[in-house]
């Protein structure tokens, strides 16, 4: 058997075992550029979807257009296919080519 924490001879050797608890794994939700997708229509998704303020919105809608993409968040995977479905529909509904999705960080 191997030793639990707790058990009389790790207490008595004082015996180190790793945690058996994992945490959850998190996605990054990414944002691609494409050339068509005006740059006010991505700042007010990231403001309204990733709760960022207009400078910050700004900033990641920037760096998404001059380096093709960029993280918006990290969330459980629950929440990050959340986002990228939201994103999508805002995107479709106003008929814009705006790609994202999501990575296992
Ligand atoms: N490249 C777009 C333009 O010049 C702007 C843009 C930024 C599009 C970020 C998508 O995720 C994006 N209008």
Same mark, same amino acid.
């Given at each position: 058997?191997?030793?639990?924490?707790?058990?009389?001879?790790?207490?008595?050797?004082?015996?180190?075992?790793?945690?058996?608890?994992?945490?959850p794994p998190?996605y990054? /939700?990414?944002?691609?550029?494409?050339?068509? !997708?005006?740059?006010?229509? $991505?700042?007010?998704?990231?403001? #309204?979807?990733?709760?960022?303020?207009?400078?910050?919105?700004?900033?990641?809608?920037?760096?998404?257009?001059?380096?093709?993409?960029?993280?918006?968040? /990290?969330?459980s995977h629950e929440?990050a296919e !959340?986002?990228?479905?939201? $994103?999508?529909?805002?995107?479709? #509904?106003?008929?814009?080519?705006?790609?994202?999705?999501?990575?296992?960080?």
């Amino acid at each position: 058997m191997t030793n639990r924490p707790g058990d009389r001879e790790e207490v008595e050797l004082g015996v180190k075992t790793r945690p058996r608890t994992q945490r959850p794994p998190m996605y990054k /939700v990414l944002l691609l550029n494409d050339d068509f !997708t005006p740059m006010e229509f $991505v700042v007010h998704v990231l403001e #309204r979807l990733f709760n960022m303020n207009h400078a910050q919105a700004i900033e990641i809608m920037l760096t998404v257009h001059r380096k093709g993409i960029a993280v918006v968040g /990290v969330f459980s995977h629950e929440i990050a296919e !959340t986002k990228v479905a939201q $994103v999508m529909e805002l995107a479709r #509904r106003q008929q814009h080519p705006l790609q994202c999705t999501m990575e296992k960080e």
